[in-house]
């Protein structure tokens, strides 16, 4: 597995933390309207975990934040 980008997911997730605070949302939540397993987004957000997610998932988690995309890159 590459190691290239594992900065860039790290980066995401925090972004998507940061979203999902400021809208109120807390992490069940979020999971549950993207329609992903809780543990596979604490795993996503975890600053020390690289988890990498499709670009499907990427696009829900940003319509249910209610953000462009492009803020989360």
Do not use: C, W
């Not at 605070?21 to 604490?42: C, D, F, H, P, W």
């Not at 996503?44 to 953000?67: G, Q, R, T, Y």
Request: aromatic share 6%; glycine share 4%.
């Amino acid at each position: 597995m590459s190691l290239k980008h594992d900065e860039k997911y790290k980066k995401i997730g925090i972004k998507i933390s940061q979203y999902r605070n400021k809208v109120g949302l807390t992490q069940e939540e979020l999971a549950n309207k993207v329609g992903i397993s809780y543990s596979y987004l604490t795993q996503i957000e975890a600053p020390n975990v690289v988890k990498k997610m499709s670009l499907e998932v990427l696009f829900d988690i940003a319509d249910v934040l209610k953000i462009d995309v492009k803020n989360l890159i």
